[in-house]
């Protein structure tokens, strides 16, 4: 039968249904396969806070959204052109968010009177009749019915069958969209390598949603969407938390340092210890301790010992690791602290996403304890800013805050594999002999002997001989680390632990400023995960004839060198934040310059057209 396809550049889907429908299993293969057909993309997985919230209920919707493109693109999406509702719940949870016009697939086997009242619609309504769906291109299929007849040749209990619409749905997008199928069935087939019968029912649910879309008429034909251009290189989709773990491995490599991961299991960071934990045979050691002091008590241990100490968490659990971060800035030892962002405070929304731990990460201990915090861009860029968290770790024996989000963690975009040569060399530098000497002129070892260009304590490893020395919480008297109560030594020391953070400043390249032609007079400055938006909402700003500048922060303490410089070119500055307003209210206090706030805390990352429309309105009052 002879389909018409109709080329467009970009488009975005959502699938959504119950938490057990395997939203996220469809969502990440559909990304494989566009990433695998040389689309750019894009994606955002939105799943509830509860395990298992009641079946067709709106708490218990999961979606995952996807945009591909055959150009650059660096948001899921503002809203989808396709959503697929595999139930009454799913439809009315995402139909807000729908533009008029979109195609909604939804599973006609699913709208049940009773499954109705479970999605909150008054009894006797029914969305798929009553005309309220009108503005819509809606395709009614039946996918469990055609699901379980597909599957009827297998011996599968009913229910088992049914849990195979997923794969249907899949196979119906893909004919959709033309998206290439043999990385998928190759997938089943391992992921099943176990049970046979189940891999081949998987199979057969996705190629009978591929010809269901082939024969029926339903649809009208498909869609194409090109492949974008890239760099050369070698190129895999990669989620930000795995990218994280990946730049963990790659720099304790380029130290050659072994890694240690001590963490307590928590959302969004819980991905980056078990994709450590598979990592043994690269000298990794994950141990899952019984709470987060335990946690980062291990890995402060480890570093003690001479390894690359790792330490992941989330809000709460950063909370809890306070008082051992604060020893870890006395002993002046390396430490990683990774804090994937969710919304707050408490508990909050586990599975949200939120950029509102700046200030804790900065001022959350006691005492004047700084450390060096870095926030990550993108899913990809948490590799490079895991290398770069390790990097000043190790070169100026600090604890250092690394900061990611729900949004970067479990989103996914293509990332080009770096070559091992273009990441930097980090070098330890052990202390391996006496660096003084006693008033008896006898050589001796003093752990607090700074490096004038780095003011980084010696790392001696315990049974060094000749390199014994003392370690502890209270204050350390200068070289020679001796317990000391003088008040003017604890006035130096606190003052030249802070101008060590400070010199890491000197290390850090000029800020990448895009701003076309040079003659913007707006600024939008972002850190962290606003960063796709921001580039989105200012590209569409110059496409509509205006001029703006953006920049994106990676390191907040200290901030580089000629951030003051770069603020004062520009008339306006905007910051937008998924927080209340952190990182403007330090510009303002740092800086004389008159920072501008655009902030939003629904768990959500910003909307291209919201922050395109603010860009606008500081724009026009220039």
Known sequence: MFQRVTSVSRVVVRFAGDSGDGMQLVGDRFTAQSTLFGNDVSTFPDF????????????????????????????PGDAADVLVAMNPAALRANLGGLPRGADVIVDTDEFTARNLVKA??????????????????????????????????????RRDAERGRNMFALGLLSWMYHRPTEATVAFLREKFARRPELAAANVAAFTAGWNFGETTESFGGGYRVASAPRAPG????????????????????????????????????????????????????????EDEIAGIGAALGAAFGGSLGVTTTSGPGLALKSETIGLAVSLELPLVVVDVQRGGPSTGLPTKTEQSDLLQALYGRNGESPVP??????????????????????????????????????????????????????????????????????????????????????????????????????????????????????????????????????????????????????????????????????????????????????HLDPFPADLGELLGRYRRVLVPEMNLGQLAGLLRARYPVDVESLTQVRGMPFKVAELRTAIEKVAADV
């Open 373 to 554: 915090v870095l926030a990550a861009s993108s899913p990809g860029d948490c590799f490079a800013a895991a290398v770069e968290a390790v990097r000043i770790a190790v070169t100026y024996r600090t604890p250092v805050v690394l900061l990611s989000d729900g949004y970067l963690a479990n989103g996914s975009e293509p990332w080009r594999v770096p070559n091992v040569d273009e990441l930097p060399v980090i070098d330890p530098a052990f202390a391996t002999r006496p660096n003084a000497v006693d008033a008896d002129g006898a050589p001796c070892f003093q752990p607090y002997l700074r490096d004038p260009d780095t003011l980084a304590r010696p790392w001696a490893v315990p049974g060094t001989p000749g390199l014994e020395h003392r370690v502890g919480g209270l204050e350390k008297a200068d070289r020679t680390g001796e317990i000391s109560y003088d008040a003017a030594n604890h006035d130096h020391m606190v003052r030249t632990r802070r101008a060590k953070v400070d010199r890491i400043a000197r290390d850090l390249p000029p800020l990448v400023v895009d701003d076309p032609g040079g003659a913007a007079e707006v600024l939008v400055l972002g850190w962290g995960s606003t960063a796709g938006p921001i580039a989105a909402a200012c590209t569409e700003v110059r496409a509509a004839g205006g001029a703006v500048a953006r920049a994106q922060l990676r």
């Open 120 to 157: 909150g619609y008054p009894a006797g309504v029914d969305p798929l009749v009553d005309g309220s769906l009108a503005g819509y291109r809606v395709h009614a299929v039946a996918l469990t019915g055609l699901t379980v007849g597909a599957l009827r040749s297998f011996d599968l209990p």
């Open 48 to 75: 509830p806070a509860e395990i298992r919230a009641p079946g067709g209920t709106l708490p218990g919707v999961s979606a995952f959204q996807i945009q591909f493109a055959d150009h650059s693109v660096s948001t």
């Open 234 to 289: 070698r190129y895999r989709t990669i989620t930000g938390n795995r990218a994280l773990a990946y730049g963990l491995i790659a720099a304790a490599d380029r130290a050659g340092l072994p890694l240690f991961l001590g963490s307590y299991p928590i959302t969004p960071a819980s991905d980056i210890l078990h994709e450590l934990s598979r990592q043994r045979h690269f000298g990794v050691t994950t141990f899952q301790a």
